[in-house]
C-alpha cells in the first residue's frame, strides 16, 4: 500500500481528469463568448498541471450537463479591437516562468535570423572551450605552487618546476584563445543574443489562444533563459528594495497575467520534446523572484525539473534524469516542502519557510482571445501599459520602444497606418494588399519585415537591404508625419490645418499644440525615432548617436522624405546628380551608426583633445561631410569610392561572412594597423572593407577613425573656403601643368580638363541608361494595364447592355493618350538616335 502524503499548505496538482475538465469548460465559454480557445494539450499539459485539485473544482460550474468557467472565475478584456478571455485563478507559486519577450528587456535581443541561431550554437561551444580551458588553467596553476613548495634539494626540482612553468604557459595561452574566440563570436552576436521568435499556437492548422517557440536544442535553450533570467535580474536591481525578500515577508498581492506557450526542445539524444508551460507576460520580476525563493531556475521549469532537485527518500541516484511531467515535478517538490513544513526543527531560512506565503499567488491566465495571430502584440501592448503606469524606471531604450509601439498602435487603431504608408509611398505596388498585423509587428521588430514588401515599387527586388530601408522610411513618416502646408495669406485669422497624422502623434507623444513645437521636442521624437530604428539591426550601437540628425523643422512640418527607391538613388548619384546622393547619405545614416565599428557616435569629446574623447561632431556634420565629398571633392576620395562605400553600409547588417582581404591576409581597423595584433577587435560579419579610389576592396576595415579621416568635420569649410570649390574628386585628376596654362572662367574657376570631363560622361552613361530602361518598363506595364482595364470594361458594358460612354469623355481620354503617344513616338526617334551615337562613342 502506497504511503499518503503529506498534507500542508504547499498544493498538490489536479488529475488528468480534473485536467480535461477544465479544457472542456474553457472551450465552452469561449464558444458562447465567440473567442478562440487555447489548444486542448496546452490546458491539459500546460494550465491543469500549474493548479491545484480544489482549485480547478472552483473555476468550474456546470449548466445543463455542460461545463463552463465560474462567471466570478473569468473576465474579458478589450485591447484596440481585439479582445482576451483571462482566467482568475490561484497557481502553484512554482509553475510560472518569466517571459523572455518582457518589454523591459527588449534591448538584450538582436533581430532573430537562422544565421544568428547558428551563432548561438558556437558561442555555446566556444563558452564550453573556454570552461574547460580555465578549469586546465587552474589545475596547472595548483601543480606550479605544489612545485615551489616542493623542496629545493631534490636533483629534480628545477627540471620539475620549469615543467609546471610550461604547462601553466601553455594553459593560459589556450584560455586566451578561447576568450578571443568567444569574444568574436559574441561580437558577430552584437554581444546580444537573437529574440526567440514566438508565433500563434495551432491545431489542426488553425491558430488557437496559446503561444509557441520555434525548435531549439536543449543546450541553447538553457543558454537563452540564463541569459533572460541575468539581464532581467540586471534591470531589477534599479528597484529600491528587495524583491524576494519581500515576497517571503508579504506574498504577492497583485495579479500577474500569464499566458500558455510551448517549447520544442531537441534533446541530445534526438527525441523532441513539447512542453507547455505558463509564462509571466505581466509581473515578469515577481515570476523570477519566486523561483529564487523555491531554489528553481527557469530552464528548471521550460526545460524539465531535474529529478535531483525535487529528490524523493525512495528515488535511485540517477543523475541527469529530467521530469519533464509538470505535475510530477510541482507534486515532488510539494511534497517535500510539505515535509520540510510540518517538521518542528526545520530552520526558518529553510525553503519551505520562506517560501509559505507564495505557495500559491493570484494569476489571471489567458484562455481564449478574438485574434490568435495578434496574441503576442496584444499581450505586449498589455504589459506595455501595465508598466508605463507602474512606479519602476524603464530603461530608457527600453521606455522609448514601447512608446513607438503605442504610437503605431494609436495609428492603427485610427485607421490610419495604411493612408500614411501610402501617402509616404507613392510608388508602391500593393498597398491596398498590405496586412496590418504583419505591418505592425515588422515596424515594431516583432516580427520580419516580409509584410513590407507591398510597399516596395515595380522595379525594386525584395531584399533584406530594400525591406530594411522601408522600414526605416515607414518609421520616420510616422514619428515626424509631414503637415499640410499653410494656405494662401488673406489677411484674416486662421487655423492651420494639421492633417490627419499629427494629432495621432501629439496625443501619444503627449506634446504641446502644433505652434509650440520646440527644440526639446525635436531632440525627444528623434530619440523614439532612433530606438525604433536600432531594433531592425543587429549590431545596436547608443541610441544617442542620431542626437541632431532631425530639426524643429522636421518635427513641426514633417521629415520631407525623397520618395525614389534605393535603386533609383543608387543609379542617379553614379550618373551624377547631387540631390540623389544627398538623399543617399540620409538613407545610410541609420547603417552608419548601427554598425559593427559605428561611424557616427554621439557628439561627445573634446575639440581640443581629439585623441583622448574622439572627434566631437554630430550627425549632421557627417551628413554634410559625406554631401560635400560628393558635390565638392575630398582629398583622395572619388565619386567610385563614394558608391562602394554606400554599397557596403547598406549591405553590411546582413552580411554572414567576416570580410577578408583581397590578397588573402587577415583584415585590420583602419585604427588598429599599429597595434599588436592579440589587442585588435576581432573581424567579425557585418564589417566592411576599405574602397579605393576606383572602389574597389583593400585589406583595410572601415571604423571611425577611416571615417573621420576620410570625411572630416571641418570638411564643408576646407571645400567652401578652396579654390576648386564645385568640382569633384574625378574632376581634379589634371595635371598641374595643364590646368596652370588654362584660361580661367567667368567666376574666377579654371574650366575642367577635356579628357577629365570625357571620363565622367563614360562613367555616368551605364547608369543612365538603366535608369531610361527602368522608366520605360514602368511606362510599357502602366500601357498593358490600361489596355487590359479597358478590355475588362468592354465586356462587362456589352456583358451588361449598358450605354456606351459620352462623346465628350471619350474625345477628351484620346487627346491625352494622342498626346503621350506622339511623346513615345518622340522619344524613340531620340533613342534611335543614341543606338547612332553609341557607335561613335
Known amino acids: 500500500m502506497a504511503a499518503k502524503r503529506p498534507t500542508g499548505i504547499y498544493p498538490y496538482i489536479g488529475t488528468p481528469a480534473w485536467a480535461s475538465h477544465l479544457a472542456e469548460a474553457v472551450e465552452n465559454t469561449c464558444e458562447d463568448l465567440g473567442l478562440v480557445p487555447p489548444p486542448r494539450a496546452a490546458i491539459t499539459e500546460g494550465l491543469a498541471t500549474a493548479l491545484g485539485e480544489t482549485e480547478i473544482k472552483k473555476l468550474i460550474s456546470t449548466t445543463r450537463s455542460r461545463r463552463i468557467l465560474n462567471p466570478t472565475a473569468s473576465r474579458v478584456v478589450q485591447s484596440g479591437n481585439d479582445h482576451v478571455l483571462l482566467l482568475i485563478c490561484d497557481v502553484h507559486g512554482a509553475a510560472v516562468a518569466p517571459w523572455d519577450l518582457n518589454d523591459r528587456t527588449v534591448g538584450i535581443w538582436s533581430p532573430p535570423s537562422p544565421e544568428a541561431t547558428r551563432r548561438v550554437a558556437d558561442l555555446i561551444a566556444a563558452e564550453t572551450v573556454l570552461d574547460a580551458s580555465e578549469k586546465v588553467k587552474k589545475a596547472a596553476e595548483k601543480e606550479r605552487d605544489a612545485r615551489r613548495r616542493a623542496p629545493s634539494e631534490d636533483a629534480h626540482y628545477a627540471t620539475a618546476l620549469a615543467a609546471a612553468e610550461s604547462k601553466l604557459a601553455d ?109 509571466a507576460v505581466t509581473a515578469n520580476n515577481r515570476a523570477l523572484a519566486r523561483l529564487d525563493v523555491f531554489g528553481l531556475r527557469p530552464e528548471h521549469i521550460v526545460t524539465g525539473m531535474p529529478r535531483t532537485v525535487v529528490s524523493l527518500p525512495s528515488d535511485k541516484h540517477e543523475p541527469g534524469v529530467r521530469l519533464l511531467n509538470q505535475r510530477e515535478a510541482l507534486n515532488r517538490l510539494s511534497q517535500r516542502l510539505n515535509e520540510a513544513d510540518a517538521d518542528e526543527e526545520t530552520e526558518p531560512e529553510h525553503t519551505a519557510r520562506r517560501a509559505a506565503k507564495i505557495a500559491t499567488v493570484p494569476m489571471e491566465i489567458v484562455v481564449g482571445c478574438s485574434k490568435p495571430a495578434a496574441l503576442e502584440h496584444v499581450l505586449r501592448g498589455l504589459n506595455v501599459n501595465d508598466h508605463l503606469r507602474g512606479i519602476q524606471p524603464y530603461d530608457e531604450e527600453a521606455r522609448l520602444v514601447a512608446l513607438f509601439a503605442t504610437l503605431v498602435d494609436a495609428y492603427a487603431k485610427d485607421g490610419k497606418l495604411v493612408e500614411l504608408l501610402d501617402e509616404t509611398f507613392p510608388t508602391a505596388q500593393g498597398v491596398d494588399l498590405l496586412d496590418v498585423d504583419g505591418v505592425r509587428n515588422a515596424l515594431t521588430a516583432n516580427g520580419p519585415l516580409d509584410p513590407l514588401a507591398a510597399l516596395l515599387p515595380a522595379d525594386e527586388k525584395v531584399s533584406p537591404v530594400t525591406l530594411r530601408d522601408i522600414a526605416v522610411r515607414a518609421i520616420t513618416a510616422l514619428v515626424f508625419p509631414e503637415i499640410p502646408a499653410a494656405g494662401p495669406v488673406n489677411g484674416k485669422r486662421q487655423v492651420r490645418n494639421t492633417g490627419a497624422f499629427w494629432p495621432i502623434v501629439r496625443a501619444s507623444m503627449q506634446e504641446p499644440a502644433w505652434s509650440q513645437t520646440k527644440a526639446l521636442n525635436a531632440e525627444t521624437r528623434t530619440r523614439l525615432w532612433s530606438a525604433a530604428v536600432a531594433q531592425l539591426f543587429l549590431h545596436r550601437a547608443n541610441i544617442l548617436s542620431a542626437l541632431g540628425l532631425f530639426t524643429v523643422t522636421d518635427a513641426r512640418d514633417g521629415a520631407n522624405q525623397d520618395p525614389r527607391s534605393l535603386k533609383e538613388l543608387l543609379l542617379r548619384a553614379e550618373a551624377g546628380e547631387p540631390a540623389a546622393w544627398a538623399a543617399l547619405v540620409r538613407r545610410i545614416m541609420p547603417a552608419l551608426i548601427h554598425a559593427p565599428q559605428p561611424l557616427v557616435t554621439p557628439g561627445q569629446g573634446s575639440e581640443a583633445g581629439a585623441g583622448r574623447k574622439g572627434v566631437r561632431r554630430s550627425p549632421a556634420n557627417a551628413v554634410a561631410a559625406l554631401t560635400m565629398a560628393y558635390t565638392a571633392g575630398a582629398q583622395n576620395v572619388s565619386r567610385a569610392l563614394l558608391l562602394a562605400f554606400a554599397r557596403s553600409v547598406l549591405e553590411h547588417p546582413d552580411l554572414v561572412l567576416a570580410p577578408k582581404a583581397p590578397d588573402g591576409a587577415r583584415p585590420v581597423c583602419y585604427g588598429e594597423r599599429e597595434v599588436n595584433e592579440d589587442h585588435r577587435s576581432p573581424i567579425v560579419p557585418g564589417m566592411i572593407l576599405v574602397p579605393d579610389f576606383d572602389g574597389a576592396p583593400t585589406g583595410i576595415v572601415v571604423d571611425k577613425a577611416w571615417f573621420d579621416d576620410t570625411f572630416p568635420s571641418d570638411l564643408t569649410q576646407s571645400t567652401n573656403s578652396g579654390s576648386g570649390s564645385g568640382a569633384t574628386a574625378d574632376d581634379t585628376t589634371a595635371s598641374d601643368s595643364s590646368t596652370s596654362t588654362m584660361p580661367a572662367t567667368a567666376n574666377g574657376q579654371a574650366p575642367q580638363d577635356p579628357r577629365d570631363r570625357l571620363a565622367v560622361l563614360r562613367r555616368e552613361m551605364p547608369s543612365r541608361i538603366e535608369l531610361v530602361e527602368g522608366s520605360y518598363r514602368i511606362a510599357t506595364a502602366a500601357a498593358q494595364e490600361l489596355m487590359t482595364r479597358f478590355n475588362e470594361a468592354i465586356d462587362l458594358r456589352t456583358k451588361l447592355g449598358e450605354d456606351p460612354l459620352p462623346a465628350d469623355q471619350r474625345i477628351q481620354w484620346m487627346e491625352k493618350l494622342t498626346a503621350l ?12 538616335s543614341v543606338e547612332t551615337l553609341i557607335l561613335k562613342m
Open 171 to 279: 594553459a593560459a595561452r589556450q584560455v586566451r584563445e578561447a576568450e578571443h574566440r568567444r569574444a568574436a563570436v559574441l561580437t558577430s552576436l552584437g554581444n546580444r543574443l537573437p529574440r526567440p521568435v514566438v508565433r500563434a499556437a495551432e491545431e489542426d492548422g488553425a491558430p488557437m489562444a496559446a503561444l509557441t517557440l520555434a525548435e531549439q536544442t536543449y543546450e541553447q535553450a538553457v543558454h537563452v533563459q540564463r541569459y533572460a533570467a541575468d539581464q532581467l535580474k540586471r534591470f531589477g536591481k534599479t528597484r529600491g528594495y528587495d524583491l524576494a525578500e519581500s515576497l517571503v515577508a508579504a506574498g504577492q498581492l497583485s495579479r500577474g497575467m500569464s499566458v500558455l506557450q510551448q517549447w520544442g526542445i531537441r534533446n541530445t539524444d534526438g527525441t523532441l520534446s513539447e512542453l507547455w508551460r505558463l509564462v
Open 821 to 832: 503617344r506622339d511623346a513615345a513616338h518622340t522619344s524613340a526617334a531620340e533613342l534611335e
